[in-house]
């Protein structure tokens, strides 16, 4: 696609309940990237992807957390048991992996736990 | 100590202003910087990278100090759309991560 599109745009879900949400990066992007910015805050990195491994999910913020990438194009981020302090926005971008420095963001979903 | 640190403002000037923003970094291996831009409840968008000959894009004008670790951002002639955050990040050598400072808030103000 023209640029990188996340799904939903808002949630609000119930404390404990499971949420999914999407990535869709630019065609051809090798390199994903999830992060997440709470209210005030900078964004926090999360976990990256290079094709459909994650070399890098340091990130992630407990084992409530977990994401995955498959056919090195769409990636969800589950959080299960959700709390009161996932709240945030969470960020999606992609970069190219070659001219990788350069990352496209997508416009984020914003998750409210009541 | 957060390892990107910016001063989060706001940072209140007048249009037609020169306004100038410092961002330091705690890892001396980082390597490659950037300005991002957020507008608010919007993603954040490319501003501009920071090389340590400076770079200068319009009214923009970024540095980067590696001795002192810092970066700077100025803004010449401001404008009301220049009302945004602005974030300073850092990258280290092997990893594609960004790591974020917390933003510095501008408002030009009319």
């Known amino acids: 696609g023209a640029g990188v599109s996340q799904s939903p745009s808002n949630k609000v879900t119930e404390k404990g309940k499971d949420v999914e949400l999407r990535c869709d990066p630019i065609s051809g992007h090798t390199a994903l990237y999830w992060y997440r910015q709470s209210l005030g805050q900078g964004l926090e990195f999360l976990i990256y992807?290079?094709?459909?491994?994650?070399?890098?999910k340091s990130g992630l913020p407990s084992d409530r957390f977990s994401a995955e990438r498959t056919g090195g194009s769409v990636s969800t981020l589950t959080i299960q048991r959700t709390q009161q302090e996932d709240s945030a926005v969470y960020l999606c971008?992609?970069?190219?992996?070659?001219?990788?420095?350069?990352?496209?963001f997508g416009s984020g979903t914003r998750l409210t736990v009541v | 100590r957060k390892e990107v640190e910016q001063d989060p403002g706001p940072f209140n000037v007048p249009e037609g202003a020169t306004v100038a923003f410092n961002c330091t970094y705690s890892?001396?291996?980082?390597?490659?910087f950037f300005w991002y831009r957020q507008d608010c409840r919007k993603e954040p968008k490319l501003l501009m990278s920071?090389?340590?000959s400076g770079n200068e894009d319009g009214r923009f004008t970024a540095q980067l100090n590696r001795a002192s670790q810092y970066i700077s951002l100025l803004i010449r002639d401001s404008k009301l759309s220049d009302s945004a955050t602005y974030l300073c990040v850092a990258t280290t050598s092997g990893t594609y991560k960004y790591i974020f400072g917390t933003g510095t808030r501008l408002k030009v103000l009319a």
């Open positions: 971008a992609s970069s190219s992996g070659t001219d990788s420095w350069w990352y496209t």
């Open positions: 920071v090389y340590s």
């Open positions: 890892n001396s291996a980082s390597q490659s």
């Open positions: 992807f290079q094709g459909n491994s994650a070399p890098d």
